[in-house]
């Protein structure tokens, strides 16, 4: 067998030594090339409880119909909003690990050392205060217990966000799980990194059923946030920005889609 099959073009196999011994993850393929540098929005959003429908990805699954004016969700993977890849995929979906529907498909990697999932936000940027995961297991008793939750912003260079070494939070009996982060920096990617032989039998294959993080997100103007639909620049509106009175110390503009929130702000000093 090769060192790695994997699902998504342009991978290559675990970082290893000349002799064969697995040393790292394999090298993660870059996003988008972002084009935005300007004034960031900046929405908050805390957990409160598993499935509370508050969570940052959640949130990038939230639509008004323009019909309607109704607030429907889709799946951010299937609306480019979101990117998911992984080092390998034995079986699942990667776009259901993200859907806020929890369907009896597990994503699972191939059994190889340093198994990871990712989350790329393309043009935004988060800052994790905590993560969920679910993992149900009738369908895989693959629990991780040894791994690495990681941040970066150039997909080679990754910072540890949290270290768990023998957590055995995830089980059939608690098919639920939530950890607290203290980030000091908001990240483009995100991904969670199984150790060799740190699922629940000792192995190196990861699987989960869900995954959700919540913090704070930062997101550029609306024609500017989504880096995964190839818009040429030309085709992009300016942003529209607005000037505090010299009196003003700041403005703040807020919106949300509904008034339980998240609430979105815009803060400009003046000008």
Known sequence: RPAAVLSTPGL??????????????????????RRYNGPMMVSTHSFA???????????????????????????????????????SLASGSLSLV???????????????PYSWILFDFGERSVRPTSYTVAHHGQDSDLYARYWKFEGSNDSATWNILSRHENDESLSRAAPL?????????????????LDPGGNSRGGH???????????ELYSPPSPYANAFLNTHPQQLQQPQLWAATPQAVQQSVASALNAAGPTTRVVIGPA
Not at 12 to 33: A, I, K, N, R, Y
Not at 51 to 72: A, F, K, N, W
Not at 98 to 112: A, K
Request: with cysteine.
């Open 12 to 33: 290559t196999s675990p970082l290893m030594m000349p002799q064969g011994v697995v040393v790292g993850p394999c090298p993660v393929p870059p996003g988008p090339v």
């Open 98 to 112: 993200v859907d806020h529907r929890l369907t009896s498909t597990v994503f699972q990697s191939d059994n190889l």
């Open 49 to 87: 409880h598993h499935y509370d429908c508050q969570g940052i990805i959640h949130s990038l699954g939230q639509h008004r119909d323009p019909t309607t004016g109704e607030v429907i969700w889709r799946n951010p993977v299937e609306t480019k909003e979101l990117r998911v890849c992984a080092s």
């Open 177 to 193: 799980a939530a950890w607290p982060i203290q980030a000091r920096s908001a990240y483009r990617y995100l991904r969670l990194v």
């Open 205 to 215: 294959a990861l699987a989960l059923h869900r995954f959700e993080v919540y913090g």
